[in-house]
């Protein structure tokens, strides 16, 4: 299957209608911005300068202010992940119900470090702070899907099964 490219941003066909869509709905250009991001980051797993830039165009607004942005709120990414990006919470529930061994274990079984991308850009890896599962700790994300009440050996089963 191919993604229908605009030739003028580089993103998908699909995500420019989406962010258009949107632009005549909202008061401001501007009030789209995080949306807009969030187009570039589900494309490109992450945001580059040149992206940025376009953002800022797109929204009618200063770069500043989308530097403002994607440093304020973790969940942008400013450097390139993995294909399978995993994301442990480190906070407090997690923490108490054994987070710390678990992103150990985590880290030794996918063979990366904080925020490093394997050589085979298969995984990335970062520990992040609560992510609202605090019911269910421990908890991972990988990309935007959330595991719950893991164990290390859980953990292992998920990540075995993915490609
Ligand atoms: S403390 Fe981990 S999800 Fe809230």
């Known amino acids: 299957m191919t ?18 869509d949107l632009q005549r709905r ?3 250009k501007a009030a789209t911005l995080l949306h807009v ?18 953002a800022a165009k797109r929204c009618g607004v200063p770069i500043s202010k989308v530097l403002g942005v994607v ?3 973790t969940m942008y990414r400013t ?35 904080e925020h490093e991308v394997s050589a085979d850009g298969k ?17 991972m994300a990988i990309n935007e899907a959330y595991h719950e009440n893991l164990t290390p050996e859980k953990a292992d089963r998920i990540l075995g099964e993915l490609v």
């Open 3 to 20: 993604t229908k490219v605009d030739q003028s941003s580089g993103l998908a066909a699909a995500a420019e209608a989406r962010i258009d």
């Open 79 to 113: 450097k390139p992940v993995g294909r399978h990006h995993v994301q442990v919470c480190r906070n407090i529930c997690c923490h108490i119900m054994g987070a710390a061994p678990l992103i150990e274990h985590i880290k030794a079984k996918i063979g990366v470090g």
């Open 26 to 28: 909202y008061p401001t």
């Open 37 to 54: 991001l969030w187009e570039i980051q589900w494309q490109d797993g992450w945001i580059s300068e040149d992206r940025m830039r376009y």
């Open 71 to 73: 440093s304020f709120y």
């Open 123 to 139: 995984w990335s890896f970062e520990e992040v702070e609560c992510m609202a599962g605090c019911a269910w700790a421990p908890m």
